[in-house]
């Protein structure tokens, strides 16, 4: 049915650059909320960056300004561009879909309630910077 594949991680020198793509099938881009979200090593997953069904964006403030989410529905596909990376962006990258996504005014993207609330993940793909 529905499945997220992440793709474009790799190893980066600090300050360079990136960009994810999730390619989506099974549902239209366009009728989900979607999030990136990345876990490093020893800690927990965290929020990165979302799109609400209406466009809307939002991102942790560690990656503002650098970081840049956006949908091509066309392609079905979610894409997260980063620049400037940083050592601490190191981590496994992943893709996260919402089929019912609640109204932009209401949801709140940096809740784990809404994380937990995500109908499909995808696998990851690991992005590593050095200094």
């Known amino acids: 049915q529905v499945q997220l594949v992440e793709s474009g991680g790799g190893l980066v020198q600090a300050g360079g650059s990136l960009r994810l793509s999730c390619v989506v099938s099974?549902?239209?881009?366009?009728?989900?909320?979607m999030g990136w979200y990345r876990q490093a090593p020893g800690k927990q997953r965290e929020f990165v960056a979302g799109i609400h069904r209406g466009g809307g964006t939002a991102y942790i403030d560690s990656v503002k300004g650098r970081f840049t989410m956006s949908t091509d529905n066309a392609k079905s596909t979610v894409y997260l561009q980063m620049d400037n990376l940083k050592p601490e962006d190191t981590a496994v990258y992943y893709c996260a879909g919402l089929e019912h996504p609640p109204p932009c005014t209401i949801v709140n993207v940096h809740s784990p309630r809404t994380q937990n609330a995500m109908d499909h993940w995808g696998k990851g793909t690991q992005v590593t910077v050095s200094s």
């Open positions: 099974g549902t239209r881009v366009s009728q989900n909320g």
